[in-house]
């Protein structure tokens, strides 16, 4: 099992910047690609950022690119999202999410309870 906890939400005013954090426990984090998603009222969850286990690969959301950096530190077992120029079409609960790297056909089988960000114009 791995055990995420996300932090660092809040209210922001558009055109801010917040960093979440997920910090997880329970299984060797550099095994484990990770990823931030986030649901928004009435709209499917969707992948905002992903990183792999080695933190050389990322992928983003064309939404997010080049506003936000996903970035790991291993030996803090920790995720982080840097999210820079927010709209308000950022608003939504963000969770972060874990997959076995190491494992054939994984998908991101751990999460956090989610940190809501909201966003005002």
């Known amino acids: 099992q791995v055990q995420l906890v996300e932090s660092g939400g809040g209210l922001v005013q558009a055109g801010g910047s917040l960093r979440l954090s997920c910090a997880a426990s329970?299984?060797?984090?550099?095994?484990?690609?990770m990823g931030w998603f986030r649901q928004a009222p009435g709209k499917e969850r969707e992948s905002v950022a992903t990183i792999k286990y080695h933190g050389g690969t990322t992928n983003y959301a064309d939404s997010v690119k080049g506003r936000f950096t996903i970035s790991r530190d291993n030996a803090k077992n920790t995720v982080y999202l840097q999210m820079n120029s927010l709209k308000p079409d950022d608003t939504a609960l963000y969770y972060c999410?874990?997959?076995?790297?190491?494992?054939?056909?994984?998908?991101?089988?751990?999460w956090g309870q989610g940190t809501q960000i909201t966003v005002s114009s």
């Open positions: 999410a874990a997959r076995n790297a190491f494992k054939s056909g994984s998908s991101y089988d751990y």
């Open positions: 329970g299984r060797t984090f550099s095994l484990y690609d």
